[in-house]
Protein backbone atom coordinates (compact mmCIF):
# COMPACT_ATOMS: atom_id res chain seq x y z
CA UNK A 1 0.00 0.00 0.00
CA UNK A 2 1.54 3.48 -1.01
CA UNK A 3 2.37 5.71 2.30
CA UNK A 4 1.18 8.96 2.78
CA UNK A 5 4.86 9.80 2.56
CA UNK A 6 5.57 8.71 -0.46
CA UNK A 7 2.61 10.65 -2.07
CA UNK A 8 3.53 13.69 -0.62
CA UNK A 9 7.23 12.95 -1.74
CA UNK A 10 5.58 12.04 -5.30
CA UNK A 11 3.58 15.51 -5.06
CA UNK A 12 6.71 17.67 -4.48
CA UNK A 13 8.77 16.14 -7.16
CA UNK A 14 6.03 16.86 -9.78
CA UNK A 15 5.35 20.33 -8.40
CA UNK A 16 8.81 20.83 -8.51
CA UNK A 17 9.91 19.53 -12.19
CA UNK A 18 6.55 20.79 -13.54
CA UNK A 19 6.99 24.17 -12.87
CA UNK A 20 10.86 24.07 -14.34
CA UNK A 21 9.21 22.69 -17.40
CA UNK A 22 6.42 24.70 -17.82
CA UNK A 23 7.92 27.88 -17.63
CA UNK A 24 10.75 26.93 -19.84
CA UNK A 25 8.05 25.32 -22.57
CA UNK A 26 6.25 28.40 -22.27
CA UNK A 27 8.69 30.93 -23.37
CA UNK A 28 9.86 29.01 -26.32
CA UNK A 29 6.61 28.27 -27.67
CA UNK A 30 5.88 32.02 -27.33
CA UNK A 31 8.77 33.20 -29.02
CA UNK A 32 8.01 30.17 -32.18
CA UNK A 33 4.93 31.34 -32.01
CA UNK A 34 4.86 34.85 -32.67
CA UNK A 35 7.82 34.65 -34.98
CA UNK A 36 5.85 32.14 -37.18
CA UNK A 37 3.18 34.52 -36.84
CA UNK A 38 4.99 37.44 -38.30
CA UNK A 39 6.99 35.13 -40.68
CA UNK A 40 3.35 33.92 -42.02
CA UNK A 41 4.54 33.80 -45.59
CA UNK A 42 8.31 32.08 -44.96
CA UNK A 43 8.32 28.76 -46.77
CA UNK A 44 6.14 26.04 -45.15
CA UNK A 45 8.80 23.71 -44.01
CA UNK A 46 10.92 26.45 -42.44
CA UNK A 47 7.60 27.26 -40.39
CA UNK A 48 7.30 23.55 -39.81
CA UNK A 49 10.88 23.30 -38.23
CA UNK A 50 10.35 26.33 -35.97
CA UNK A 51 6.84 24.80 -34.53
CA UNK A 52 8.68 21.37 -34.52
CA UNK A 53 11.42 22.88 -32.08
CA UNK A 54 8.63 24.62 -29.61
CA UNK A 55 7.12 20.80 -29.95
CA UNK A 56 10.55 19.40 -28.89
CA UNK A 57 10.54 21.82 -25.90
CA UNK A 58 7.50 20.03 -24.51
CA UNK A 59 9.56 17.08 -24.98
CA UNK A 60 13.00 17.20 -24.08
CA UNK A 61 13.69 16.94 -19.37
CA UNK A 62 15.05 20.27 -18.11
CA UNK A 63 17.61 18.02 -16.60
CA UNK A 64 18.84 17.85 -20.19
CA UNK A 65 21.30 20.79 -20.19
CA UNK A 66 23.65 22.46 -22.22
CA UNK A 67 26.44 24.97 -21.83
CA UNK A 68 25.28 26.87 -24.26
CA UNK A 69 21.95 27.08 -23.70
CA UNK A 70 19.98 30.44 -23.49
CA UNK A 71 17.61 29.47 -21.07
CA UNK A 72 20.93 29.22 -18.75
CA UNK A 73 21.32 33.10 -18.88
CA UNK A 74 17.75 34.32 -17.84
CA UNK A 75 16.74 33.75 -13.86
CA UNK A 76 14.16 31.50 -13.83
CA UNK A 77 12.39 30.53 -11.18
CA UNK A 78 14.47 28.83 -7.83
CA UNK A 79 14.14 25.36 -6.64
CA UNK A 80 13.11 25.21 -3.42
CA UNK A 81 11.25 22.18 -1.16
CA UNK A 82 7.47 22.67 -1.10
CA UNK A 83 6.86 21.11 2.11
CA UNK A 84 9.97 21.80 4.28
CA UNK A 85 8.72 25.28 6.43
CA UNK A 86 11.88 25.41 8.04
CA UNK A 87 13.29 28.90 7.49
CA UNK A 88 11.87 31.93 7.43
CA UNK A 89 14.12 34.07 5.01
CA UNK A 90 14.52 37.49 5.25
CA UNK A 91 14.64 39.97 2.55
CA UNK A 92 17.96 41.75 1.32
CA UNK A 93 19.10 44.46 3.99
CA UNK A 94 20.80 47.67 3.39
CA UNK A 95 21.72 49.99 5.67
CA UNK A 96 20.66 53.75 4.45
CA UNK A 97 23.16 56.72 5.30
CA UNK A 98 21.12 58.80 7.34
CA UNK A 99 18.73 56.42 9.68
CA UNK A 100 15.21 55.23 8.09
CA UNK A 101 13.14 52.58 7.84
CA UNK A 102 12.66 50.85 4.24
CA UNK A 103 9.22 49.14 4.14
CA UNK A 104 10.11 45.70 2.49
CA UNK A 105 7.16 44.37 -0.19
CA UNK A 106 7.39 41.11 1.37
CA UNK A 107 10.30 38.68 2.11
CA UNK A 108 11.38 36.43 -1.10
CA UNK A 109 12.93 33.04 -0.47
CA UNK A 110 16.46 33.04 -0.22
CA UNK A 111 17.94 29.75 -2.55
CA UNK A 112 19.43 27.68 0.13
CA UNK A 113 17.13 28.08 2.40
CA UNK A 114 13.83 26.73 2.93
CA UNK A 115 9.95 28.65 2.65
CA UNK A 116 8.41 29.98 5.71
CA UNK A 117 5.73 27.85 7.23
CA UNK A 118 3.48 31.36 6.24
CA UNK A 119 4.45 30.39 2.46
CA UNK A 120 4.66 26.99 1.59
CA UNK A 121 1.75 25.45 0.21
CA UNK A 122 -0.77 22.52 2.26
CA UNK A 123 0.41 19.03 1.99
CA UNK A 124 -3.29 18.49 1.19
CA UNK A 125 -3.45 21.32 -2.15
CA UNK A 126 -0.31 19.56 -3.30
CA UNK A 127 -1.69 16.15 -3.39
CA UNK A 128 -4.88 17.42 -4.90
CA UNK A 129 -3.07 19.13 -7.58
CA UNK A 130 -1.34 15.89 -8.41
CA UNK A 131 -4.49 13.75 -8.20
CA UNK A 132 -6.29 15.92 -10.73
CA UNK A 133 -3.28 15.92 -13.38
CA UNK A 134 -3.21 12.16 -12.95
CA UNK A 135 -6.93 12.07 -13.50
CA UNK A 136 -6.41 13.79 -16.44
CA UNK A 137 -3.91 12.08 -18.19
CA UNK A 138 -5.60 8.92 -17.28
CA UNK A 139 -8.45 10.25 -19.54
CA UNK A 140 -6.37 11.05 -22.14
CA UNK A 141 -4.77 7.74 -22.63
CA UNK A 142 -8.13 6.30 -22.56
CA UNK A 143 -9.25 8.74 -25.45
CA UNK A 144 -6.01 7.57 -27.18
CA UNK A 145 -6.38 3.96 -26.85
CA UNK A 146 -10.15 4.13 -27.82
CA UNK A 147 -8.52 5.44 -31.12
CA UNK A 148 -5.66 3.52 -31.41
CA UNK A 149 -8.64 0.19 -31.30
CA UNK A 150 -10.50 2.18 -34.19
CA UNK A 151 -7.48 2.48 -35.92
CA UNK A 152 -6.50 -1.19 -35.49
CA UNK A 153 -9.49 -2.29 -36.61
CA UNK A 154 -10.42 -0.07 -39.36
CA UNK A 155 -8.06 -2.03 -42.04
CA UNK A 156 -10.51 -5.68 -41.62
CA UNK A 157 -13.51 -3.08 -42.37
CA UNK A 158 -11.90 -1.47 -45.84
CA UNK A 159 -10.99 -3.47 -49.54
CA UNK A 160 -7.30 -3.00 -50.31
CA UNK A 161 -6.58 -2.09 -53.73
CA UNK A 162 -3.61 -4.68 -55.40
CA UNK A 163 -4.39 -4.06 -58.99
CA UNK A 164 -6.27 -1.76 -61.39
CA UNK A 165 -6.04 1.99 -62.83
CA UNK A 166 -5.90 2.86 -58.73
CA UNK A 167 -2.64 0.56 -58.41
CA UNK A 168 -1.44 2.20 -60.73
CA UNK A 169 -1.70 5.47 -59.71
CA UNK A 170 -0.33 4.78 -56.57
CA UNK A 171 2.81 2.81 -57.94
CA UNK A 172 3.60 6.29 -59.67
CA UNK A 173 2.90 8.98 -57.46
CA UNK A 174 5.43 6.72 -55.09
CA UNK A 175 8.10 6.63 -57.23
CA UNK A 176 7.42 10.25 -58.29
CA UNK A 177 7.49 11.12 -54.40
CA UNK A 178 10.33 9.05 -53.73
CA UNK A 179 8.58 6.89 -51.28
CA UNK A 180 10.65 3.53 -50.23
CA UNK A 181 8.04 2.15 -49.31
CA UNK A 182 4.86 2.14 -50.51
CA UNK A 183 1.58 2.20 -48.72
CA UNK A 184 -1.29 0.31 -48.96
CA UNK A 185 -4.07 1.84 -50.71
CA UNK A 186 -7.84 1.14 -48.91
CA UNK A 187 -11.32 2.20 -49.52
CA UNK A 188 -13.52 2.26 -46.95
CA UNK A 189 -17.57 2.90 -47.39
CA UNK A 190 -17.80 4.30 -43.49
CA UNK A 191 -14.75 7.23 -43.68
CA UNK A 192 -15.45 11.07 -44.91
CA UNK A 193 -12.19 12.07 -45.63
CA UNK A 194 -9.24 10.66 -46.96
CA UNK A 195 -6.17 10.09 -44.67
CA UNK A 196 -2.69 8.55 -43.97
CA UNK A 197 -1.85 6.66 -40.87
CA UNK A 198 -0.15 3.87 -40.01
CA UNK A 199 3.76 4.38 -38.59
CA UNK A 200 4.70 0.51 -38.95
CA UNK A 201 2.49 -0.47 -41.68
CA UNK A 202 1.50 2.49 -43.55
CA UNK A 203 -1.82 2.81 -45.07
CA UNK A 204 -3.64 5.33 -47.29
CA UNK A 205 -7.71 5.62 -47.12
CA UNK A 206 -9.93 6.73 -49.39
CA UNK A 207 -13.69 6.94 -49.23
CA UNK A 208 -15.81 5.25 -51.49
CA UNK A 209 -17.90 8.19 -52.63
CA UNK A 210 -14.87 9.97 -53.08
CA UNK A 211 -13.24 7.57 -55.61
CA UNK A 212 -16.80 7.53 -57.59
CA UNK A 213 -17.33 11.20 -57.73
CA UNK A 214 -13.78 12.80 -58.11
CA UNK A 215 -11.91 12.98 -61.71
CA UNK A 216 -9.40 10.77 -61.88
CA UNK A 217 -6.88 13.71 -62.37
CA UNK A 218 -8.24 15.59 -58.92
CA UNK A 219 -8.24 11.72 -57.28
CA UNK A 220 -4.55 11.37 -58.03
CA UNK A 221 -3.91 14.99 -56.83
CA UNK A 222 -5.57 13.47 -53.26
CA UNK A 223 -3.88 10.71 -52.74
CA UNK A 224 -0.79 12.34 -53.98
CA UNK A 225 -1.37 14.73 -50.75
CA UNK A 226 -1.52 11.76 -48.56
CA UNK A 227 1.21 10.00 -50.06
CA UNK A 228 3.71 13.00 -48.91
CA UNK A 229 2.67 12.92 -45.37
CA UNK A 230 4.15 9.38 -45.71
CA UNK A 231 7.06 10.09 -47.66
CA UNK A 232 7.67 13.26 -44.59
CA UNK A 233 7.13 10.91 -42.24
CA UNK A 234 4.32 13.22 -40.23
CA UNK A 235 2.86 9.90 -38.89
CA UNK A 236 5.69 9.49 -36.80
CA UNK A 237 5.56 13.21 -35.65
CA UNK A 238 1.86 12.81 -35.52
CA UNK A 239 2.57 10.09 -32.99
CA UNK A 240 4.97 12.63 -30.71
CA UNK A 241 1.83 15.27 -30.57
CA UNK A 242 -0.49 12.63 -29.50
CA UNK A 243 2.18 10.84 -26.59
CA UNK A 244 2.84 14.67 -25.42
CA UNK A 245 -0.80 15.40 -24.99
CA UNK A 246 -1.04 12.89 -22.08
CA UNK A 247 1.08 14.89 -20.33
CA UNK A 248 0.50 18.65 -21.35
CA UNK A 249 -3.09 18.10 -21.63
CA UNK A 250 -3.84 20.76 -19.26
CA UNK A 251 -1.72 23.48 -21.28
CA UNK A 252 -3.43 25.66 -24.07
CA UNK A 253 -0.28 26.39 -25.44
CA UNK A 254 0.54 23.08 -25.88
CA UNK A 255 -2.37 22.70 -28.07
CA UNK A 256 -2.23 25.99 -29.26
CA UNK A 257 1.47 24.69 -30.78
CA UNK A 258 0.11 21.19 -31.79
CA UNK A 259 -2.50 23.12 -33.67
CA UNK A 260 -0.74 25.50 -35.49
CA UNK A 261 1.92 22.33 -36.27
CA UNK A 262 -1.00 20.35 -38.05
CA UNK A 263 -1.52 23.47 -39.53
CA UNK A 264 1.95 24.17 -41.26
CA UNK A 265 2.01 20.30 -41.96
CA UNK A 266 -0.80 19.87 -44.22
CA UNK A 267 0.88 23.27 -46.03
CA UNK A 268 4.12 20.96 -46.42
CA UNK A 269 2.19 18.46 -48.22
CA UNK A 270 1.03 21.17 -50.84
CA UNK A 271 4.00 22.14 -51.12
CA UNK A 272 5.64 18.94 -51.71
CA UNK A 273 2.73 18.18 -53.93
CA UNK A 274 2.84 21.56 -56.26
CA UNK A 275 7.16 21.44 -55.88
CA UNK A 276 7.34 17.75 -57.83
CA UNK A 277 5.21 19.29 -60.51
CA UNK A 278 2.55 17.01 -60.47
CA UNK A 279 -0.21 19.80 -60.43
CA UNK A 280 -0.54 23.62 -60.53
CA UNK A 281 -1.63 25.90 -58.60
CA UNK A 282 -5.21 26.69 -59.58
CA UNK A 283 -6.03 22.98 -60.22
CA UNK A 284 -4.58 21.58 -56.78
CA UNK A 285 -7.18 24.41 -55.65
CA UNK A 286 -10.29 23.39 -57.56
CA UNK A 287 -9.10 20.17 -56.06
CA UNK A 288 -9.31 20.63 -52.64
CA UNK A 289 -12.67 23.08 -53.09
CA UNK A 290 -14.31 19.89 -54.68
CA UNK A 291 -13.22 17.11 -52.43
CA UNK A 292 -13.66 19.18 -49.02
CA UNK A 293 -17.51 19.89 -50.59
CA UNK A 294 -17.65 16.14 -50.95
CA UNK A 295 -16.17 15.39 -47.44
CA UNK A 296 -18.28 18.33 -45.21
CA UNK A 297 -21.02 15.37 -44.57
CA UNK A 298 -18.99 13.66 -42.04
CA UNK A 299 -15.92 14.53 -39.67
CA UNK A 300 -14.28 10.95 -38.26
CA UNK A 301 -13.01 11.78 -34.90
CA UNK A 302 -10.03 9.35 -35.94
CA UNK A 303 -8.33 11.98 -37.83
CA UNK A 304 -6.56 12.75 -34.70
CA UNK A 305 -3.86 9.91 -34.80
CA UNK A 306 -3.78 10.23 -38.90
CA UNK A 307 -3.55 12.94 -41.42
CA UNK A 308 -6.48 14.21 -43.12
CA UNK A 309 -6.71 15.64 -46.30
CA UNK A 310 -9.33 18.51 -46.07
CA UNK A 311 -8.30 18.38 -41.83
CA UNK A 312 -7.12 22.08 -42.28
CA UNK A 313 -8.30 25.58 -42.25
CA UNK A 314 -9.70 25.71 -46.21
CA UNK A 315 -9.70 29.25 -46.99
CA UNK A 316 -6.66 30.24 -45.18
CA UNK A 317 -4.85 26.86 -47.02
CA UNK A 318 -6.81 28.55 -50.21
CA UNK A 319 -5.49 32.04 -49.81
CA UNK A 320 -1.80 31.18 -49.41
CA UNK A 321 -1.78 29.06 -52.39
CA UNK A 322 -3.27 31.70 -54.59
CA UNK A 323 -0.92 34.47 -53.05
CA UNK A 324 1.20 36.15 -55.98
CA UNK A 325 4.42 35.92 -53.76
CA UNK A 326 3.73 31.73 -53.22
CA UNK A 327 6.93 29.62 -54.32
CA UNK A 328 6.57 25.85 -53.32
CA UNK A 329 9.17 24.26 -51.47
CA UNK A 330 10.04 21.15 -51.46
CA UNK A 331 11.98 21.25 -48.28
CA UNK A 332 13.99 23.54 -46.25
CA UNK A 333 17.43 25.04 -47.23
CA UNK A 334 20.86 24.42 -46.24
CA UNK A 335 21.11 27.66 -44.56
CA UNK A 336 17.43 26.91 -43.36
CA UNK A 337 18.72 23.70 -41.75
CA UNK A 338 21.91 25.12 -39.98
CA UNK A 339 19.50 27.95 -38.70
CA UNK A 340 17.06 25.28 -37.19
CA UNK A 341 19.62 23.00 -36.00
CA UNK A 342 21.60 25.92 -34.06
CA UNK A 343 17.86 26.89 -32.81
CA UNK A 344 17.68 23.98 -30.61
CA UNK A 345 20.89 23.79 -29.14
CA UNK A 346 20.12 27.07 -27.53
CA UNK A 347 16.73 26.29 -26.99
CA UNK A 348 16.07 23.18 -26.12
CA UNK A 349 18.08 22.47 -23.21
CA UNK A 350 16.81 23.11 -20.27
CA UNK A 351 17.86 26.00 -17.12
CA UNK A 352 17.41 23.74 -14.64
CA UNK A 353 16.64 23.63 -11.34
CA UNK A 354 17.39 27.29 -9.98
CA UNK A 355 20.48 27.05 -7.74
CA UNK A 356 21.71 29.21 -4.71
CA UNK A 357 25.81 30.61 -4.77
CA UNK A 358 27.35 28.63 -2.34
CA UNK A 359 26.60 29.67 1.17
CA UNK A 360 29.66 31.38 3.43
CA UNK A 361 29.96 28.01 5.07
CA UNK A 362 30.83 26.56 2.00
CA UNK A 363 33.60 28.72 0.68
CA UNK A 364 36.90 26.49 0.51
CA UNK A 365 39.86 27.30 2.77
CA UNK A 366 41.72 29.24 0.42
CA UNK A 367 38.88 31.62 -0.38
CA UNK A 368 38.56 31.64 3.87
CA UNK A 369 42.04 32.63 3.83
CA UNK A 370 42.19 35.29 0.75
CA UNK A 371 38.93 36.91 2.62
CA UNK A 372 40.77 36.99 5.85
CA UNK A 373 43.67 38.95 4.11
CA UNK A 374 41.53 41.56 2.77
CA UNK A 375 38.89 41.97 5.41
CA UNK A 376 40.58 45.09 6.44
CA UNK A 377 40.83 46.67 3.37
CA UNK A 378 36.80 45.95 2.63
CA UNK A 379 35.90 46.95 5.55
CA UNK A 380 34.25 50.43 5.13
CA UNK A 381 36.00 53.60 6.23
CA UNK A 382 33.60 55.06 8.90
CA UNK A 383 35.31 58.06 10.85
CA UNK A 384 34.77 57.58 14.81
CA UNK A 385 32.54 60.47 14.89
CA UNK A 386 30.16 58.42 13.33
CA UNK A 387 30.62 55.29 15.22
CA UNK A 388 30.21 57.25 18.84
CA UNK A 389 26.70 58.53 18.00
CA UNK A 390 25.66 54.66 16.72
CA UNK A 391 26.89 53.60 20.03
CA UNK A 392 25.05 56.47 21.70
CA UNK A 393 21.92 55.65 19.38
CA UNK A 394 22.20 52.03 20.88
CA UNK A 395 21.00 53.83 24.39
CA UNK A 396 18.28 55.58 22.63
CA UNK A 397 14.73 54.73 24.02
CA UNK A 398 13.07 54.27 20.37
CA UNK A 399 13.46 50.65 19.59
CA UNK A 400 13.89 51.39 15.98
CA UNK A 401 16.64 53.58 16.56
CA UNK A 402 18.63 50.95 18.76
CA UNK A 403 17.82 48.91 16.09
CA UNK A 404 19.22 50.91 12.95
CA UNK A 405 22.33 51.66 15.24
CA UNK A 406 22.72 48.17 15.42
CA UNK A 407 22.82 47.27 11.68
CA UNK A 408 25.05 50.34 10.85
CA UNK A 409 27.94 48.70 13.29
CA UNK A 410 27.04 45.33 11.45
CA UNK A 411 27.84 47.02 7.74
CA UNK A 412 30.69 48.95 9.01
CA UNK A 413 32.32 46.12 10.72
CA UNK A 414 32.89 47.99 13.78
CA UNK A 415 34.59 45.20 15.69
CA UNK A 416 35.30 47.16 18.53
CA UNK A 417 31.38 47.91 19.23
CA UNK A 418 30.76 43.66 19.68
CA UNK A 419 30.55 44.13 23.55
CA UNK A 420 27.88 46.82 23.50
CA UNK A 421 26.14 44.60 20.47
CA UNK A 422 26.22 41.24 22.91
CA UNK A 423 24.75 43.68 25.77
CA UNK A 424 21.92 44.53 22.59
CA UNK A 425 21.09 40.76 22.10
CA UNK A 426 18.77 40.44 25.17
CA UNK A 427 16.24 43.61 23.65
CA UNK A 428 13.44 42.26 22.85
CA UNK A 429 10.88 45.19 21.97
CA UNK A 430 8.94 43.92 19.05
CA UNK A 431 9.51 46.18 15.64
CA UNK A 432 7.39 46.49 13.18
CA UNK A 433 10.02 45.26 10.31
CA UNK A 434 13.44 44.95 10.53
CA UNK A 435 16.10 48.20 8.90
CA UNK A 436 17.32 46.82 5.45
CA UNK A 437 20.87 45.80 5.45
CA UNK A 438 23.09 46.13 2.50
CA UNK A 439 25.80 43.23 3.16
CA UNK A 440 28.03 41.88 0.87
CA UNK A 441 28.18 39.96 -2.24
CA UNK A 442 28.49 36.07 -0.65
CA UNK A 443 26.57 36.45 2.38
CA UNK A 444 23.52 37.92 3.16
CA UNK A 445 21.65 37.35 6.40
CA UNK A 446 18.32 34.93 6.73
CA UNK A 447 15.92 35.77 9.32
CA UNK A 448 13.50 32.64 11.00
CA UNK A 449 9.96 32.13 11.51
CA UNK A 450 10.95 32.00 15.68
CA UNK A 451 12.92 34.83 15.11
CA UNK A 452 11.06 38.44 15.98
CA UNK A 453 11.75 41.21 14.50
CA UNK A 454 13.71 43.48 17.99
CA UNK A 455 16.75 45.51 18.04
CA UNK A 456 18.27 42.25 19.67
CA UNK A 457 17.44 40.69 16.76
CA UNK A 458 19.46 42.90 14.99
CA UNK A 459 22.24 42.91 16.93
CA UNK A 460 22.73 39.45 16.40
CA UNK A 461 23.35 40.25 12.67
CA UNK A 462 25.48 42.53 13.00
CA UNK A 463 27.80 40.16 15.34
CA UNK A 464 27.33 37.32 12.70
CA UNK A 465 28.96 39.63 9.86
CA UNK A 466 32.07 40.52 11.99
CA UNK A 467 33.38 37.01 11.98
CA UNK A 468 35.93 35.13 13.94
CA UNK A 469 36.17 38.70 16.10
CA UNK A 470 32.51 37.88 17.42
CA UNK A 471 32.59 34.22 17.90
CA UNK A 472 34.05 33.86 21.28
CA UNK A 473 31.47 36.87 23.12
CA UNK A 474 28.83 35.18 20.94
CA UNK A 475 29.57 31.79 22.59
CA UNK A 476 29.96 33.47 26.48
CA UNK A 477 26.73 35.19 25.65
CA UNK A 478 24.76 31.71 25.28
CA UNK A 479 25.41 31.45 29.15
CA UNK A 480 23.63 34.96 29.01
CA UNK A 481 20.81 34.91 31.84
CA UNK A 482 18.12 36.36 29.28
CA UNK A 483 16.37 33.25 26.96
CA UNK A 484 16.48 35.98 24.31
CA UNK A 485 19.90 36.74 24.64
CA UNK A 486 20.70 33.09 24.52
CA UNK A 487 18.86 32.74 21.56
CA UNK A 488 19.86 35.62 19.47
CA UNK A 489 23.69 34.28 20.30
CA UNK A 490 22.60 31.03 18.72
CA UNK A 491 21.08 31.97 16.06
CA UNK A 492 24.15 34.84 15.05
CA UNK A 493 26.70 31.33 15.77
CA UNK A 494 25.04 29.77 13.07
CA UNK A 495 24.88 32.24 10.69
CA UNK A 496 28.36 33.91 11.39
CA UNK A 497 30.41 35.16 8.22
CA UNK A 498 33.65 33.26 6.95
CA UNK A 499 35.98 32.94 7.97
CA UNK A 500 34.64 31.08 11.15
CA UNK A 501 37.39 30.35 13.64
CA UNK A 502 39.52 27.18 13.37
CA UNK A 503 38.28 24.58 14.91
CA UNK A 504 34.55 25.40 15.65
CA UNK A 505 34.89 26.28 19.02
CA UNK A 506 31.07 27.09 19.11
CA UNK A 507 30.02 23.81 18.25
CA UNK A 508 30.41 22.30 22.16
CA UNK A 509 27.93 25.31 23.62
CA UNK A 510 26.13 24.79 21.04
CA UNK A 511 25.12 20.84 21.76
CA UNK A 512 24.98 22.15 25.68
CA UNK A 513 22.26 25.20 24.30
CA UNK A 514 20.07 22.03 23.16
CA UNK A 515 19.84 21.18 26.88
CA UNK A 516 18.03 24.82 27.61
CA UNK A 517 15.21 25.20 29.16
CA UNK A 518 13.95 27.50 27.14
CA UNK A 519 12.46 26.00 23.80
CA UNK A 520 13.42 28.74 21.30
CA UNK A 521 17.15 28.33 22.62
CA UNK A 522 16.80 25.00 21.91
CA UNK A 523 15.13 25.56 18.31
CA UNK A 524 18.11 28.35 17.37
CA UNK A 525 20.47 25.89 18.92
CA UNK A 526 19.33 22.80 16.50
CA UNK A 527 19.75 25.44 13.40
CA UNK A 528 23.17 26.78 13.68
CA UNK A 529 24.50 23.13 14.63
CA UNK A 530 23.27 22.08 10.75
CA UNK A 531 24.99 25.66 9.80
CA UNK A 532 28.44 24.59 11.12
CA UNK A 533 28.47 21.61 9.25
CA UNK A 534 29.97 19.77 11.87
CA UNK A 535 29.44 16.15 12.50
CA UNK A 536 29.87 15.91 15.99
CA UNK A 537 26.68 17.26 16.71
CA UNK A 538 24.82 14.32 14.71
CA UNK A 539 24.47 12.23 17.73
CA UNK A 540 22.79 15.06 20.15
CA UNK A 541 20.34 16.34 17.35
CA UNK A 542 19.52 12.76 16.96
CA UNK A 543 18.62 12.40 20.73
CA UNK A 544 16.99 15.95 20.05
CA UNK A 545 13.99 14.41 17.70
CA UNK A 546 12.60 13.35 20.93
CA UNK A 547 12.13 17.07 22.27
CA UNK A 548 8.15 17.70 23.41
CA UNK A 549 8.77 21.39 21.27
CA UNK A 550 7.51 20.06 17.98
CA UNK A 551 9.77 23.61 16.52
CA UNK A 552 12.94 22.42 18.33
CA UNK A 553 12.36 18.97 16.36
CA UNK A 554 12.02 20.34 13.36
CA UNK A 555 14.94 22.33 13.43
CA UNK A 556 16.55 19.45 15.00
CA UNK A 557 15.18 17.01 11.39
CA UNK A 558 16.94 20.16 9.26
CA UNK A 559 20.06 20.37 10.65
CA UNK A 560 20.31 16.50 10.48
CA UNK A 561 19.71 16.93 6.81
CA UNK A 562 22.38 19.55 6.29
CA UNK A 563 24.96 17.45 7.87
CA UNK A 564 23.70 14.86 5.51
CA UNK A 565 25.29 12.07 7.95
CA UNK A 566 23.78 8.65 6.77
CA UNK A 567 24.32 7.55 10.62
CA UNK A 568 21.01 9.54 10.99
CA UNK A 569 19.08 8.28 8.97
CA UNK A 570 17.66 5.29 11.24
CA UNK A 571 16.15 8.00 13.78
CA UNK A 572 15.05 10.37 10.66
CA UNK A 573 12.83 7.27 9.45
CA UNK A 574 11.21 6.84 12.92
CA UNK A 575 10.71 10.69 12.71
CA UNK A 576 8.52 10.41 9.50
CA UNK A 577 5.72 8.90 11.95
CA UNK A 578 5.92 12.17 14.38
CA UNK A 579 2.41 13.54 14.63
CA UNK A 580 3.61 17.25 13.50
CA UNK A 581 3.27 17.39 9.82
CA UNK A 582 6.07 19.93 9.92
CA UNK A 583 8.13 17.35 11.44
CA UNK A 584 7.73 15.05 9.40
CA UNK A 585 7.79 16.87 6.31
CA UNK A 586 11.47 18.37 7.38
CA UNK A 587 12.66 14.29 8.08
CA UNK A 588 11.59 13.59 4.77
CA UNK A 589 13.71 16.41 3.27
CA UNK A 590 16.56 15.24 5.70
CA UNK A 591 16.38 11.62 4.45
CA UNK A 592 16.66 13.31 0.22
CA UNK A 593 19.87 15.18 1.38
CA UNK A 594 21.54 12.16 2.62
CA UNK A 595 20.24 10.11 0.28
CA UNK A 596 21.76 13.07 -2.15
CA UNK A 597 25.26 12.77 -0.47
CA UNK A 598 25.49 9.19 -0.90
CA UNK A 599 24.34 9.19 -4.18
CA UNK A 600 27.15 12.16 -4.99
CA UNK A 601 29.81 10.35 -2.51
CA UNK A 602 29.09 6.97 -5.03
CA UNK A 603 29.36 8.57 -8.31
CA UNK A 604 32.69 10.35 -7.53
CA UNK A 605 34.06 7.22 -6.38
CA UNK A 606 33.11 5.07 -9.96
CA UNK A 607 30.22 2.92 -8.33
Known amino acids: MISVQAVHGAA ?90 AAPEGPPVLAGHSPSEAGHRPSWLLDMLLG ?25 RCTEITEGALNEMLLDLSQRLGLRRRPKLLLSDQDALPSAFGVFNPMVILPV ?17 ELAHHRRGDLWLNLLQVGLSAVWWFDPLFWWVSRQLRSAREDCCDDLVLARGLSSGTNYCETLLHAAHLCLRRLPARTALGCGFGAHPLRRRLTRLMHASFRPAAGISPVQGAMLLALGFLLLPGAGPRRAAPRAETVSGSAQHEEQRLG ?91 SQEAAKPLIGALAGPQPSMRRNAAWALGELHHPRFPGLPEVPPLLGALQDPDGTVRT ?19 ATLRDH ?56 RGY
Open 12 to 101: DLWVQSMGQALWQSTLVALLVLCAVRLGRRWPAPLRYGLLLVALLKFAVPTVVTSPVALLQLLPGPAAVQTREPLEQPSEPLVVPTTPRV
Open 132 to 156: VYLLGTMGVLVWIGLQAMRLRRLPS
Open 209 to 225: SLVRELSAAELRLVLAH
Open 376 to 466: ESQRPTVDQESISRALLDLTSRDPMQRALAATNLGEWRAVETIPQLIDLLADEAPLPRMPEWKGSSDWTPARHHWLRPSPGEAAAIALASM
Open 524 to 542: AAAWALGETKDRRATQPLV
Open 549 to 604: DPEVRREAAHALGELADASAAEALLDALEDSDASVRSASSWALGEIRDRIDDIARR
